[in-house]
């Protein structure tokens, strides 16, 4: 039995998540034939064929899945070993990044990050916006709603928000505002492009609620695929728009419609791998935007 070369496992671990050899070549600073000349030599060793080769790119085997697993387990806990010798005690330094939502990166961590910055400016951050389907292997932190599936990462709470709905004044004065659940089907309604459920919740739960079982969804005015779209066209007078109550939102000006609506709610949570629980510049981070208002 012939040893698996270290080296070797950052070449199928990078050829997997790239699902492309061109993509993993750019990423290894090799170029394409040497990749390629080094996965053969790879597959001759082992015995077996670690990825197919499809139309669309490469493809894992049963085999090669079984090395990715375990080549993905060994460069993170070597990743995460190197970020946990380098944290120095007497004072926080280095990189952190983070995976976030588009709009909780943009509107919510961004801002919030300010006091962080000065505290410790020898942390440097890297913001990563992903509309959905967020991979937390991508970072050292990722900010989102909770991971299924993940015994390997800390997620702690970090705030929980309710979806509510919102209009302009100029709207309101315009068109009335509505009263009852019923009234809403006969106001304009600004909604998410699609029958979608965000990484927020529900973004089209302005269409159902309140309505009989079985009963058709209300019909949207304005439909964009955008979080940042759907409160501009708000701001903007086109409509009534659901959105999470995060303080940012009633300081643009929007009045809350049926205040006593209360929509699904929606948990943000800090989430790490465990084996980074020791991490200093992890544990200040939540500590500090755990204090800070949604």
């Known amino acids: 039995m012939r040893p698996i070369d270290l080296s070797k496992l950052k070449l199928v671990y990078e050829i997997a998540r790239q699902e492309n050899m061109t993509r993993a070549a750019d990423k290894l600073n090799l170029t394409q034939s040497a990749l390629s000349k080094a996965l053969i030599n790879l597959e001759d060793q082992l015995g077996t064929k670690l990825f197919d080769r499809i139309s669309t790119g490469m493809r ?43 709009y909780l990166g943009a509107e919510w961590l961004a801002p919030c990050l300010e006091g962080f910055t000065k505290r410790h400016p020898k942390v440097h951050f890297q913001i990563l916006i992903r509309s959905e389907n967020i991979h937390p292997t991508e970072a050292d932190i990722a900010i989102c709603t909770f991971i299924q599936h993940q015994p390997h990462l800390i997620q702690k709470p970090l705030f929980t928000a309710y979806t509510r709905l919102f209009a302009s004044p100029s ?9 009852s659940l019923e009234e809403l089907n006969h106001h304009r309604l600004i909604t998410y492009k699609g029958n979608h459920y965000s990484s927020y919740g529900s973004t089209n739960w302005i269409l159902n609620v309140g309505n009989n079982p079985g009963a058709l969804p209300r019909k ?10 759907m ?53 200040l981070l939540y500590e500090y935007l755990s204090k800070q208002q949604k």
Do not use: M, W
């Open 231 to 283: 409160l501009n066209c708000a701001l903007l007078g086109y409509g009534i728009v659901e959105f999470p109550d995060y303080s940012k939102v009633f300081k643009l000006g929007l009045k809350e419609v049926l205040p006593d609506l209360i929509g699904p709610e929606i948990k943000i949570y800090y989430a790490f791998p465990e084996t980074r629980k020791n991490s200093k510049k992890i544990k």
């Open 60 to 102: 894992l085997t049963p085999q090669g899945e079984r090395l990715y697993i375990h080549a993905r387990n060994i460069l993170e806990q070597h990743n995460n070993f190197e970020k946990e010798f380098y944290d120095k005690e007497e004072e926080v330094s280095g990189d952190l990044r983070i995976v976030t939502t588009s």
């Open 171 to 179: 709207y309101l004065r315009k068109y009335g505002e509505p009263k």
């Open 220 to 229: 949207s005015y304005f439909d964009i695929e955008s979080l940042h779209g």
